[in-house]
């Protein structure tokens, strides 16, 4: 996600500095786009800071061995914890850096497409003051609410969409015991009120046609829907369909799960009433 979103960076005519823990992977990204390689101790001293790891443990390492330069805005786009982002923001502003937490959806093509749906949590004077560098990679940026609240809307945006799969999958297992044509009858709830970005993107281009191609690890899936129910706890809620949602999708074990697109989370079903989506 974010070698693409980098991408679009050098299109706003600003020098872009890039880091990557794979050190060539900079190096390429700066051949291919015009940004710039550079250390992680340099990449911290630009006027914005974006970060896109797997988890917010990753991004607060790196925060708390390099320290940003006063008065820079750090935008974590990690799919985090909303209280880390909270720990984060107030160690931050001990130095002058504001943090947002900017979470991304839209997949790898909204990436590439610089298309992505952006939800930021964090101090709104600093949004509108990075609004308009986040826009280069941007379909929708929207604000949501104090820190940590971009991450709570990216963990339960991320249970709804294992719910529609989860679901779908469900239904079409149905279909077929039933005899039923699941092409034909995923044409008819794409026409009609059961459709989801699942049925309209997910279900055809990679289960139905049994290809699974890894663009979302399955694994990272289950952290988000860990997150989630996590917040459940912190609110004393026992919402049934969340928690069921969780055991579901963590049917897979954790070490498969990182090598598995999350789309291949049905594969469990699959198996277990020997019913085979396709």
């Given at each position: 996600m974010g070698w693409h979103m980098a991408s679009h960076l050098p299109k706003l005519g600003h020098s872009v500095w890039v880091w990557n823990r794979t050190q060539q992977k900079a190096k390429d990204h700066a051949q291919l786009f015009g940004t710039i390689s550079v250390s992680i101790e340099q990449a911290v001293q630009a006027d914005y800071i974006f970060s896109c790891l797997p988890t917010s443990a990753d991004v607060e390492q790196l925060i708390r061995q390099y320290t940003p330069k006063s008065g820079s805005i750090w935008i974590d786009c990690t799919s985090g914890v909303p209280d880390v982002a909270r720990s984060l923001s107030a160690f931050l502003k001990t130095v002058g850096v504001d943090y947002l937490d900017a979470p991304v959806s839209g997949q790898t093509i909204g990436a590439e497409n610089g298309t992505l749906t952006v939800m930021i949590g964090g101090n709104q004077a600093a949004f509108e003051k990075a609004?308009?560098?986040?826009?280069?990679?941007?379909?929708?940026?929207?604000?949501?609410?104090?820190?940590?609240?971009?991450?709570?809307?990216?963990?339960?945006?991320?249970?709804?969409?294992?719910?529609?799969?989860?679901?779908?999958?469900?239904?079409?297992?149905?279909?077929?015991?039933?005899?039923?044509?699941?092409?034909?009858?995923?044409?008819?709830?794409?026409?009609?009120?059961?459709?989801?970005?699942?049925?309209?993107?997910?279900?055809?281009?990679?289960?139905?046609?049994?290809?699974?191609?890894?663009?979302?690890?399955?694994?990272?899936?289950?952290?988000?829907?860990?997150?989630?129910?996590?917040?459940?706890?912190?609110?004393?809620?026992?919402?049934?369909?969340?928690?069921?949602?969780?055991?579901?999708?963590?049917?897979?074990?954790?070490?498969?799960?990182?090598?598995?697109?999350?789309?291949?989370?049905?594969?469990?079903?699959?198996?277990?009433?020997?019913?085979?989506?396709?």
């Open positions: 609004k308009s560098i986040i826009q280069a990679f941007s379909h929708l940026i929207e604000y949501v609410g104090e820190s940590g609240s971009g991450f709570a809307v990216k963990a339960v945006n991320n249970t709804l969409m294992a719910t529609h799969l989860w679901a779908l999958a469900e239904g079409l297992t149905l279909l077929k015991a039933k005899g039923v044509n699941l092409n034909s009858a995923l044409n008819c709830i794409n026409h009609s009120s059961g459709q989801s970005a699942m049925s309209l993107n997910i279900m055809a281009q990679k289960v139905l046609n049994r290809s699974f191609p890894k663009t979302f690890a399955l694994d990272l899936l289950q952290k988000d829907i860990g997150i989630a129910v996590d917040l459940l706890a912190q609110e004393n809620l026992d919402l049934q369909l969340l928690r069921l949602v969780d055991h579901q999708m963590s049917l897979t074990p954790k070490r498969q799960a990182s090598e598995l697109d999350f789309s291949a989370a049905v594969q469990q079903l699959e198996q277990q009433y020997q019913i085979e989506l396709s």
